[in-house]
């Protein structure tokens, strides 16, 4: 499975962004996906998790009430609106795939990455 992480950027204190994750190569619609994130000179850090028959996404307490994550199995994507966003959300995300996540929230479930995307939070 190859993953194509898009939709970083710059963005002001406050606002919004919306990530995408395209993949290809295998069937989407039966992995378990996730988001991560790294900031500069820390560990990759657990966003969102989804899985693939669907259901409430399972998100990282920094991000709950702020992220909402989904899947679209028809167009072999899935996104990350990121609203209230601030300079602590600053970091390249990740996406990821599984083809069976055993912890949905753990890196090593994971064997598909993709490239990361920059996102940076001006206050």
């Known amino acids: 499975v190859q993953l194509q992480a898009s939709g970083g950027g710059l963005v002001q204190a406050g606002g919004s962004l919306r990530l995408s994750c395209a993949a290809s190569g295998g069937t989407f619609s039966r992995y378990d996906m996730a988001w991560f994130r790294q900031a500069p000179g820390k560990e990759r850090q657990f966003v969102v998790a989804i899985r693939w028959s669907g259901g409430i996404p399972y998100y990282g307490d920094s991000v709950k009430g702020r992220f909402t994550a989904s899947r679209d199995n028809a167009k072999n994507t899935v996104y990350l609106q990121m609203n209230s966003l601030s300079p602590e959300d600053t970091a390249v995300y990740y996406c990821?795939?599984?083809?069976?996540?055993?912890?949905?929230?753990?890196?090593?479930?994971?064997?598909?990455w993709g490239q990361g995307t920059q996102v940076t939070v001006s206050s």
């Open positions: 990821a795939a599984s083809s069976s996540a055993e912890c949905g929230s753990c890196r090593w479930s994971y064997s598909y």
